[in-house]
């Protein structure tokens, strides 16, 4: 598992903190691009860059770690058949954080987190 000691308490429990996660970075391997607050973009950042290194060993040990926190087959097979390809001369920075403006209803900042080509 890949503990997160460091960041933002989200206002939420640990548990549904990582639960969170785990959903978002899913859909972040999934679809490439997702739109989420700011708080919740810089830790999906953190957590799911942490996942692409120890993806890039591709041994049996990061398979194992990967399917732990990744529920969903498809999206750890997409991890070790696309993004780990692509990724790997670059010595991290997998993620980019782009800024869109305030949410209607209750002015969170929204951002779009983007996986790096």
Do not use: C, W
Request: proline content about 1%; hydrophobic content about 35%; overall charge positive.
């Amino acid at each position: 598992m890949i503990k997160t000691y460091n960041g933002s308490k989200l206002g939420i429990t640990s548990s549904h903190k990582k639960a969170l996660l785990r959903n978002l970075a899913t859909n972040l391997f999934l679809y490439e691009k997702i739109i989420t607050t700011l708080s919740k973009a810089k830790e999906l950042a953190r957590y799911s860059e942490k996942l692409i290194t120890k993806a890039r060993k591709s041994n049996l040990s990061a398979i194992r770690a990967l399917n732990g926190e990744i529920n969903s087959k498809n999206v750890v097979k997409k991890i070790f058949d696309v993004l780990v390809p692509r990724y790997k001369e670059r010595r991290g920075g997998y993620t980019q954080i782009f800024k869109l403006g305030f949410r209607r209803g209750d002015s969170s900042e929204l951002t779009v987190v983007k996986l790096v080509n």
